[in-house]
């Protein structure tokens, strides 16, 4: 997006907040919301929300909130909200909900970002067709300590889960066509809990999508032996130099870069990596 891109978001309880996730995968996007100015931006006078970070953004409109202007007898109330690129083009997600408890959908290799008090739960849900080769599931938090449940049936909890990883730091969960609950064209469900206070990204894919990388932000994958995985990644400034970095956990990964060829590989790219350990 370039300067200012407007939305607006029908609220349909005039006692529950509105969140608004912003994830950047370009440029640095700020954040403004209002329930008088349809295009609210930083110029906007009166009653107006406003995230303005750094990184990704994050707006709770509270109702507690004196700015508040929802009533019960004028429902749905309109919320509008402007996302204005500073400082240069971006590009992102954006997500709307009222309920803490509502799971967002995920797109094919689409970071997400989400934050989370301990003790709390954020749900996800992510749907397969029948071109998978595998779904997988990446959460790198950039701190505190998220752990990941998915299940196939219905929501996961601690207790009932298909598949989970608990680890401190990042999880992964990786689902094959060799597994039992493995499923074309059915939904997953992911649980993010919160073991500690956490900020974090999580990247679901298949293997049929290009996964899409953000200005700054790791990402770990693993790939069996001869095979390759895929990424992109938006180049916003064509005056500035891009930096590709892999660092090896096992084995001796090759890094193959390519502006023409969406699946560059041994015989078709443009730049080069095959040292060991680190390209």
Same mark, same amino acid.
């Given at each position: 997006?370039?300067?200012?891109?407007?939305?607006?978001?029908?609220?349909?309880?005039?006692?529950? #907040?509105?969140?608004?996730?912003?994830?950047?995968?370009?440029?640095?996007?700020?954040?403004?919301?209002?329930?008088?100015?349809?295009?609210?931006?930083?110029?906007?006078?009166?009653?107006?929300? $406003?995230?303005?970070?750094?990184?990704?953004?994050?707006? $709770?409109?509270?109702?507690?909130?004196?700015?508040?202007?929802?009533?019960?007898?004028?429902?749905?109330?309109?919320?509008?909200?402007?996302?204005?690129?500073?400082? +240069?083009?971006? #590009?992102?997600?954006?997500?709307?909900? &009222?309920? %803490?408890?509502?799971?967002?959908?995920?797109?094919?290799?689409?970071? $997400?970002?989400?934050? #989370?008090?301990?003790?709390?739960?954020?749900?996800?849900?992510?749907?397969? =067709?029948?071109?998978? &080769?595998?779904?997988?599931?990446?959460?790198?938090?950039?701190?505190?300590?998220?752990?990941? @449940?998915?299940?196939?049936?219905?929501?996961?909890?601690?207790? %009932?889960?298909?598949?989970?990883? &608990? =680890?401190?730091? =990042?999880?992964?969960?990786?689902?094959?066509?060799?597994?039992? %609950?493995?499923?074309?064209?059915? #939904?997953?469900?992911? =649980?993010?809990?919160?073991?500690? %206070?956490?900020?974090?990204?999580?990247?679901?894919?298949? +293997?049929?999508?290009?996964?899409?990388?953000?200005?700054?932000?790791?990402?770990?994958?693993?790939?069996?032996?001869?095979?390759?995985?895929?990424?992109?990644?938006?180049?916003?400034?064509?005056?500035?130099?891009?930096?590709?970095?892999?660092?090896?956990?096992?084995?001796?990964?090759?890094? @193959?870069?390519?502006?023409?060829?969406?699946?560059?590989?041994?015989?078709?790219?443009?730049?080069?990596?095959?040292?060991?350990?680190?390209?």
């Amino acid at each position: 997006a370039t300067d200012n891109r407007f939305y607006r978001f029908g609220i349909t309880d005039a006692f529950a #907040s509105v969140l608004i996730t912003v994830t950047p995968l370009t440029g640095d996007p700020d954040l403004y919301a209002s329930f008088e100015d349809t295009r609210p931006t930083s110029h906007s006078s009166g009653r107006v929300f $406003q995230a303005t970070g750094l990184s990704e953004e994050q707006l $709770q409109v509270s109702h507690f909130d004196p700015k508040w202007a929802c009533e019960p007898d004028a429902l749905p109330c309109m919320l509008y909200i402007g996302v204005h690129a500073y400082a +240069g083009a971006a #590009s992102y997600t954006i997500v709307v909900r &009222q309920a %803490e408890d509502t799971a967002v959908t995920l797109a094919d290799g689409v970071p $997400q970002h989400g934050s #989370s008090a301990e003790s709390r739960w954020h749900y996800f849900t992510f749907n397969v =067709g029948d071109a998978a &080769q595998h779904v997988t599931f990446n959460l790198l938090p950039s701190f505190g300590d998220p752990d990941m @449940y998915v299940a196939r049936g219905g929501f996961p909890s601690r207790a %009932e889960f298909d598949f989970s990883s &608990q =680890g401190a730091g =990042g999880d992964r969960v990786t689902i094959t066509q060799a597994d039992e %609950e493995w499923c074309d064209h059915c #939904s997953w469900h992911v =649980g993010i809990y919160a073991f500690s %206070e956490t900020n974090y990204t999580l990247v679901a894919s298949t +293997g049929t999508s290009l996964i899409h990388l953000e200005d700054g932000v790791p990402h770990m994958e693993s790939v069996a032996a001869g095979a390759y995985d895929y990424f992109r990644v938006r180049v916003e400034d064509p005056h500035s130099d891009l930096s590709l970095v892999v660092t090896s956990v096992s084995g001796n990964p090759d890094l @193959y870069v390519s502006h023409l060829h969406t699946r560059p590989n041994l015989t078709h790219y443009e730049f080069l990596a095959n040292t060991t350990h680190k390209d």
